[in-house]
């Protein structure tokens, strides 16, 4: 069972980790006796400079994580960024940015992380969450093209994870889909009347969004050994709006 220290001596590196649920992820498991490599574009304190789009950036993060911890055990694929309005008036760069940052973003992390946990060690060993969102599992009005390429990550999350497992690798791959979460993303979206409109969070079982601490507890569940009998998941913590008329 869970418990303070139950990811003892394990390296993770977390994306987006400057801010919200990577802030919360990067804590929390840091909390539970993780070494943390916290990544974000936006670098500062003990935050590496790292743009999840690039390459070259996924290279340098992993290959300083490795120096200063000896290894990688669990990568935590969170960057991401917001994009509402209607679909089909989207201009078609700012699909292609959703993209890019959800889908090619964790393609990148994806090899880079499988390469590094191949370079640890036959067979390999590792724990990839990817950061979803029920935007991907059903259309949310206003964040379809978000939604769509979520969606994708969720698809791109199963498809590795099923590869790997047929390979015989012990990497396991999942996704977690947080439901509204409180964090600066969606401060951005509403004013101070919104967050403070109970109707506003009527239709949600939780009567409320999730805390980004909700979000972390999932993610270090699923890097945790007590996850070692689940299937590839794609696991929604979103206060039971999937299944809500919340659109
Ligand atoms: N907040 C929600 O309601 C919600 C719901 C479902 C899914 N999510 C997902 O959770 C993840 C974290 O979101 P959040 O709410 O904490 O947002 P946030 O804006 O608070 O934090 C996102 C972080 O990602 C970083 N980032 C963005 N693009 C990047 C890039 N290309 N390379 C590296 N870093 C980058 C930002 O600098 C920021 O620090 C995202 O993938 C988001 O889509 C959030």
Redesign the pocket.
Known sequence: MTAAGDLDGRVALV?????????ATAAHLAARGARVFA????AGGAIFR????SAADWEQAIAACVARFGRLDILVS?????GAGPIVDLALDALREQAR??VE?AFLGMTAAVAQFRRQGAPATGTIVT?????GMKPIMQTTA?GTA?AALIALSRAVAAELQAAGEAIRVHAV??????????EALFDDAYWADPANFAEVPLRD??R?ED?AEAIAFLASADAAALAPAALAVDGGWLLSNRI
């Open positions: 994306t987006g980790a400057a801010s919200g649920i990577g802030a990544t974000d574009r936006r790292h743009d999840v789009t969170n960057a991401g960024t917001a940052v959800h973003g950061v979803a969102s029920v935007a978000y979520k889909c947080p439901g509204g979460t409180r964090t600066p993303m969606t969004y999730c980004p979000i």
